[in-house]
């Protein structure tokens, strides 16, 4: 069955990282997977004010097109995620995106969405970069594969099929089969006693999902180690944290 990949450009210029871009999107064209490159410059996003609106109430009270591009992201079957390394982390448009999709910290809405993660560079910065991407996709609920980064040196060097390789068993793979990290149980974790114990939203939110009794998102496979982690971490969160709800 086709696959639909939404990749996200967030340089201003179409250059190296939307060439990395489109030259994936045809390798994975000939993977039965079509990619739509979206430019977020192209899209309306302002910063977020801070009003916690979306947090406390579900909708958020700037009128632009972050909503369109988040309801986006929920149709497709994955994701890419890119950005040039600006100042050694992500640009600043990206980051502009990412606070407004603070919602979905509380209340994910992509979770399982297999995820591949892009940057270009001069020279420094990727390891910083591919972190801040990851750390964002893993508080969306989704499912971080392959990390994909070029430099000045090795720009034109063309991807090969084992640098996304992850990422395209993961959009076959059903989810009872991914392996979950321990960062992935631990970001649960502490979602999971948020949503107990401190908006009422939140939790009404988790009850219809099913997941305040569950150790993850999905069904997935977890090793011992972060399985133990994750309940210790439960433990200890839920007796320190204050229960705010009525
Ligand atoms: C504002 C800005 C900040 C940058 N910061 C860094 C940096 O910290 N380290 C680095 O090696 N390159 C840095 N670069 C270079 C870009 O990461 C590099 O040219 C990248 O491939 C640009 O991607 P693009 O062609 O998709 O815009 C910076 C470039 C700009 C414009």
Redesign the pocket.
């Known amino acids: 069955m086709k696959k639909r990949v939404i990749a996200i450009?967030s340089?201003?210029?179409?250059?190296?990282?939307?060439?990395l871009l489109e030259q994936m999107s045809k390798q994975l064209k000939e993977n039965n997977i079509d990619v739509d490159i979206v430019n977020l410059f192209d899209y309306d996003i302002r910063p977020c004010i801070g009003c916690e609106h979306c947090l406390r109430k579900g909708s958020c009270n700037i009128n632009d097109e972050g909503e369109l591009l988040m309801k986006k992201l929920t149709e497709y079957d994955g994701i890419i995620l890119s950005s040039?390394?600006?100042?050694?982390?992500i640009?600043g448009q990206l980051k502009v995106f990412i606070d407004r999709t603070c919602r979905w910290f509380h209340r994910p809405e992509i979770v399982g969405k297999p995820t591949l993660f892009v940057t270009?560079?001069?020279?420094?910065?990727i390891r910083d970069t591919f972190k801040s991407l990851e750390t964002v996709a893993i508080q969306w609920g989704a499912f971080p594969t392959d990390y994909i980064s070029?430099?000045?040196k090795n720009?034109t060097k063309p991807v090969s099929d084992k640098e996304y390789k992850k990422f395209l068993i993961h959009l076959f793979l059903p989810r009872e089969k991914y392996k979950l990290s321990m960062k992935q149980v631990m970001h649960f974790q502490v979602q999971k006693v948020l949503a107990e114990k401190i908006l009422k939203i939140d939790r009404v939110y988790w009850e219809k999902e099913g997941w305040l009794n569950t150790r993850y998102f999905y069904n997935a496979k977890t090793s011992p180690i972060s399985k133990g982690m994750g309940n210790l971490l439960y433990f200890i969160l839920n007796k320190r944290v204050e229960n705010k709800q009525e």
């Open positions: 450009n340089s201003k210029r179409k250059r190296n990282t939307y060439g040039p390394v600006y100042m050694g982390n640009s270009t560079t001069a020279a420094s910065g070029r430099n000045t720009m």
